[in-house]
């Protein structure tokens, strides 16, 4: 078994290996500045500063059949607590700036604080230097080795944010042959820089024991998703997938107003360029075809609506949203995968089909999953759950990705009719204005595809309080977790009297 | 205690050979849509075999659609030097034929007489057939025999075409194509030489479009355009049909014997080839058998025309890193607004899954529009120039080193603290060059064109080491991956890099996009 010392005695030597000609190679940092020229700290800022740290490595996930599988994964190193209760890592600049307690206190629980793990003054400066950057390393590698991700953290941001993702590779403790370099692919950022995209061959990849942030302004509002992108067979399949959205500026209209003149006055007066359609082709959101007087409003929770889009026509409103990662695990590639072992791409085959990295019934288990990792010690593994619970009478956003590696899979709604309004992180409607969006039952993706599905329960006459449903998989196979025939991809739907849009509490 | 070579590490280095290897043949960038004409519209087919070469070194028997030996097609574009149709290849020739123009297509089967009968399908045409002998879909060429086939070039657009005899073994053996009509009267406002169309002059490039649409539609305008056929390859079907081909045969379905269940594909083909080898030039005499490649370059602002063939039996998730593709069409048919038939209807898609038998055309173009920071690295006071359009891009100068650059985010810097040239006091502090690891493809920089790049590196040593296929001194464009996102399809018969993939590059203005040389 190999010691936590071992493996830094082992970073270490390859580090000295790869790098003994420099003497300025840095090691670990976090980039999240309090104020930039588009944020300058003014109560007139459109959007936000955003910042998350998220970690490359290694981890172990539990399977819905009880056996425990190794993963290549990405883990929390900032927004902990959110990402223990199921939520987005993604912190403001001021959350991201509270230096999270255990970095100072090794008794204190890291998933107690949404504060950067390591983040603190360089010790190289004057007391009282503010923070800089400047990550204490030994605390990233407490928290962050073997504490993977199935799915990756997830992210959220709001239209005009712009976001500063730090990612920290703390190497692969199970595979210390592999100097593995990790990325991040933002897939579908539209007009991407192919700096920031994220993949090694036409950009830079960050070795172990180093850290890069990737810099984004928020694109267009929509379900995208994100992965690694080095040796993507290898590192998708062994669950290097996560998941993001980017929330719309509708949201910010206020209430009472109308949502056809707010989305009229971005394309068509707004000072900022980005916000107008014009002549452009790929224009995400054309205005609808006639203003059908929607204005905004309260939802079941009693809190201003959201949408998916700046649809124009409340078209895309929901009452509470949920991210769901579709995806697969093959265990003999996994296994290979953790044996040192030469992989097989050709005779791929998954056994465990995943909603946001469980299968039935976990995925209706409430809470964060925890695995025993090879050194004995318990890790938040599988931090979400996909309980679908709907207020009475209202409606839920289904954030559907799929990043299987190896086939097409299908998620089909048993009683509560989807209604699909987005694709690919884009509001269906034609360029004169026309709703394209449709009813079904169910949805087939491939991996590398998304699509935003509502599931309309408005008609109380037919889905009552205390109904239950299900997602499920037509794929029949699919159905089943390697030996055990049941289980697979499949969730429930709850119908609450009540449901509290953070926490997604069911009463 | 340096790390030992293991498979990992075997992989890497071929993936730095490959990368090399792409390198010295692609000295020339080629790409465009090639394939056959005919001003009588008439195709002398030939359904024959031969052997495909992998990027794995493998040799496999396989069954092509290619030029009769001795006829004399016409090649298009006309710009493309080299151009030939051999009497088999895989993908079939690519037929351009024009909207209304009738079609004859002469098939005769060359195939081994094991092999029985074949023929082709035209999805989407009303096809009449005259000759050979009956068959379950359509009239087919007996062994040595020949049928035809005719139909008038209705529909606008990328379309399909593929063997209806025992589909599931001859198309996977590679009997398919595809065929592409350009419609009739290209409207006014695409053929009238835009400004991109300027540019490419100013810059001494050469125009290899077919048309200037894709469809008779104003919408439909496109800059440059590119074709990519998918399919995959079982090896092991391949090899029964090769040890099987010199039999004794007089029976129309043939009389081999072959497993085409359960099925394997360990090869992922884009225009017959897979990566590297899909990156080097149409026509390259290193694949006698597989002439057309996938190697799409652009600059930005230009739209993209993409025709997307789905073959074989798998579909495949296209995944375009850089943008979406707004869909103009599928099989053929323009996607309209019901009630206004001026407008796109299309969806606007990151990944285009591609079905067998399906085809689609999208539009896609890259511009860096909404970074927040200036990709070529413009500072305040240099003299570079940025007035923006309706649009918000800078079009007024064709003839200009930042044509079509996003000016709202002109002169904004991204670094913070840079080495070089470039603007200061911007978002991100980029780290250390010593750890981290630069691809093949990465230009050098951040920034786009070799201008940035040398005034961004500053006092790290000029090309930065790796990046090989992508010289920061010549082209520093920005390079993507397109490829399939079922992921396990971009290997090689187990090995990665390879299959379903290559690296689209956005270059600079000063780069001069040669499509033939």
């Known amino acids: ?507 | 205690m340096c790390p030992t070579l293991n498979s990992k590490t075997l992989i890497q280095r071929f993936q730095v050979v490959a990368a090399l290897f792409a390198t010295l043949l692609i000295a020339v960038a080629q790409a465009a849509v090639p394939g056959v004409t005919s001003a009588s519209g008439s195709f002398n087919l030939t359904a024959a075999p031969s052997y495909l070469t992998q990027p794995d070194g493998a040799s496999i028997y396989s069954w092509g659609y290619g030029c009769v030996s001795g006829s004399t097609p016409s090649f298009a574009p006309a710009a493309i030097s080299g151009a030939n149709c051999p009497t088999m290849q895989i993908p079939g020739p690519t037929l351009i034929v024009k909207e209304g123009q009738s079609v004859t297509v002469n098939l005769t089967n060359n195939l081994p007489p094991a092999a029985g009968n074949t023929s082709i399908l035209f999805p989407g045409f009303s096809v009449k057939s005259s000759g050979g002998t009956p068959g379950l879909l359509t009239q087919e060429a007996a062994s040595g025999g020949s049928v035809t086939y005719t139909f008038t070039a209705m529909s606008p657009g990328t379309h399909a075409y593929y063997s209806g005899t025992q589909g599931d073994l001859q198309i996977e053996m590679g009997l398919y194509g595809s065929i592409i009509v350009l419609p009739s009267t290209p409207p006014a406002n695409c053929s009238s030489g835009s400004s991109n169309d300027v540019a490419k002059v100013f810059n001494g490039e050469t125009d290899f479009r077919l048309s200037t649409a894709a469809y008779n539609h104003g919408a439909s305008c496109y800059d440059r355009e590119y074709l990519f056929q998918f399919s995959e390859m079982d090896p092991l079907i391949h090899q029964q049909a090769d040890a099987q081909k010199d039999l004794p045969c007089t029976r129309a379905n043939g009389c081999m014997s072959i497993a085409t269940e359960p099925y394997h594909p360990a090869y992922f083909l884009i225009n017959g080839r897979s990566m590297p080898d899909l990156m080097d030039p149409n026509y390259a005499v290193q694949y006698p058998h597989q002439p057309y490649n996938g190697n799409p370059h652009m600059h930005p602002g230009e739209l993209v025309l993409l025709r997307v063939v789905g073959t074989g039996r798998w579909q495949h998730p296209f995944h375009e890193h850089g943008n979406h593709v707004r869909i103009l069409g599928r099989d053929g048919n323009l996607l309209l607004s019901q009630n206004d038939p001026t407008k796109l209807a299309g969806p606007l898609l990151f990944t285009t899954t591609t079905t067998p038998g399906t085809t689609l055309d999208g539009i896609f173009y890259w511009t860096g529009k909404g970074l927040n920071w200036d990709v070529y690295g413009h500072t305040a006071g240099d003299h570079s120039v940025c007035v923006p359009d309706a649009n918000g891009y800078y079009t007024a100068d064709p003839t200009a080193p930042n044509y079509y650059e996003w000016c709202q985010d002109h002169a904004k810097p991204l670094e913070a603290h840079p080495f070089g040239a470039v603007g200061s006091g911007g978002p991100v502090t980029l780290p250390d060059a010593n750890i981290l690891t630069n691809g093949a493809w990465y230009g050098g920089s951040p920034y786009l064109g070799p201008d940035a790049t040398a005034r961004a590196v500053g006092s790290t040593p000029i090309p930065p080491f790796g990046t090989v296929a992508n010289s920061p001194s010549q082209e520093a464009g920005f390079a993507y991956m397109w490829h399939s996102h079922n992921e396990r399809e971009i290997t090689t018969n187990n090995a990665f890099p390879g299959g379903a993939m290559m690296m689209m590059l956005v270059d600079p203005r000063a780069f001069k996009i040669n499509e033939a040389n």
Request: glycine fraction near 8%; include cysteine.
């Open chain 1, 1 to 507: 078994m190999l010691t936590l010392s071992r493996f830094l005695y082992l970073l270490t030597a390859a580090l000295l290996c790869f790098f003994a000609i420099s003497a300025e190679a840095q090691s670990f940092r976090v980039q999240c500045p309090t104020t930039t020229a588009l944020h300058p700290g003014l109560a007139t800022d459109a959007g936000a500063i955003k910042c998350q740290q998220i970690s490359g490595g290694d981890g172990f996930a539990t399977m819905a059949d009880g056996s425990q599988t190794y993963l290549f994964a990405f883990g929390p190193l900032s927004g902990l607590k959110d990402i223990k209760a199921g939520q987005p890592g993604t912190q403001t600049q001021a959350v991201f700036n509270t230096p999270n307690p255990f970095t100072s206190n090794p008794a204190a629980d890291p998933t107690a604080s949404n504060g950067a793990v390591g983040l603190t003054p360089d010790p190289n400066l004057p007391v009282g230097s503010p923070l800089d950057g400047h990550i204490d390393p030994r605390p990233v590698m407490d928290v962050g080795v073997m504490n993977g991700n199935m799915p990756a953290p997830t992210m959220a941001i709001d239209e005009d944010d712009e976001f500063f993702l730090t990612l920290t590779n703390v190497g692969m403790i199970m595979r210390p042959d592999l100097f593995e370099q990790h990325t991040v692919h933002f897939h579908g950022y539209p007009n991407a820089s192919s700096f920031y995209d994220g993949v090694p061959d036409a950009s830079v990849a960050i070795n172990i024991g180093g850290s890069f942030t990737y810099y984004y302004l928020a694109p267009d509002a929509g379900t995208y998703f994100w992965h690694c992108h080095i040796t993507p067979p290898e590192h998708l399949q062994m669950g290097m997938v996560g998941q993001i959205y980017v929330r719309p500026r509708q949201n910010r209209v206020p209430l009472g107003a109308s949502l056809y003149a707010a989305l009229a006055a971005h394309e068509q007066a707004s000072a900022d360029p980005r916000q107008r359609c014009g002549t452009d082709i790929l224009c995400p959101a054309n205005l609808p075809h006639s203003d059908n007087g929607a204005t905004r409003s309260n939802n079941k929770s009693g809190s201003p609506t959201l949408y998916a889009y700046n649809d124009g026509d409340g078209s895309t409103a929901y009452d509470v949203d949920y991210p769901i990662q579709i995806h697969g695990f093959d265990p003999s590639f996994h296994f290979v995968g953790m044996t040192f072992n030469p992989e097989p791409f050709t005779d791929m085959k998954d056994k465990y089909f995943m909603l946001n990295g469980r299968s039935y019934p976990d995925t209706v288990t409430a809470g964060p999953m925890q695995t025993q990792v090879a050194d004995g010690s318990m890790h938040f593994s599988q931090p979400l759950p996909t309980i679908i619970n709907i207020p009475l009478g209202g409606k839920a956003l289904l954030r559907i990705s799929d990043l299987d590696v190896t086939e097409f899979q299908t998620l089909a709604s048993l009683g509560i009719p989807m209604r699909i309004v987005g694709y690919n992180a884009r509001l269906l409607r034609d360029m004169a204005g026309n709703n394209t969006a449709y009813t079904t039952n169910s949805i087939t993706l491939a991996g590398g595809e998304s699509l935003d599905a509502i599931l309309d329960a408005s008609d109380t006459s037919k889905f009552k309080a205390g109904d239950t449903y299900y997602l499920y998989t037509p794929n029949l196979d699919h159905l089943a977790n390697d030996a055990e025939n049941f289980g697979g991809l499949m969730t429930e739907v709850h119908i609450c009297s009540s449901v509290d849009p953070t926490t997604k509490t069911c009463s």
